[in-house]
């Protein structure tokens, strides 16, 4: 048999009976560390280890390793904690050569004193839309279009509106209730 034969044929090395890399259930979670069980029942506690913070739930299935007393968590298998990314001072997040996606299976917020968009294009697809703002203030360089089933608007205190030519076309009817009217 040859040297490169007998190297493949070795055998793995027995883990040591208090060495552990599998599964751990969440039963309590402290600050730091969080109570797993192991070995179809066997409690101990591990500290986290992982690369990016995150705060286990109970019930979750996190990666543990350990040996003799000391374990770590090395992994989330299944979880549904919180991952927190937090950074001093500006931070950019760029996707270069393609696009940049951010999604959620309940949604997306964006919090901060405020937003800025810079984009070529802007294309919104929703089922319904809410503002609530204090002021709204649009400028259109060029055609402001708008084509809807209804619109109905209501202004609680004055209306005005300026232009250079105005037209209102109506196919049936068209009414103008007021206590006063003013033509001319």
Known sequence: MTSAASKKLRPLPVPAPDDYLGPGHVVAVMPH????EIRGGERARAQMALSIPYEPS???VLLVIGKDDEHYVIGVLRGS????LSFQGAVDLRATGGPLTLSSDTGVAIHGPELEIQTGKLQVFAGAVV?????LYQRVRDTLNVHAG???TVVDDASF???KNASIVTVETMSINGNEIHLG
Do not use: F, P, W
């Open 161 to 163: 509106m300026t232009a």
């Open 33 to 36: 560390e969080v109570e797993v």
């Open 58 to 60: 109970v019930g979750d």
């Open 150 to 152: 209804k619109t109905h």
């Open 131 to 135: 503002e609530k703002l204090g002021s």
């Open 81 to 84: 904690g919180k991952t927190s």
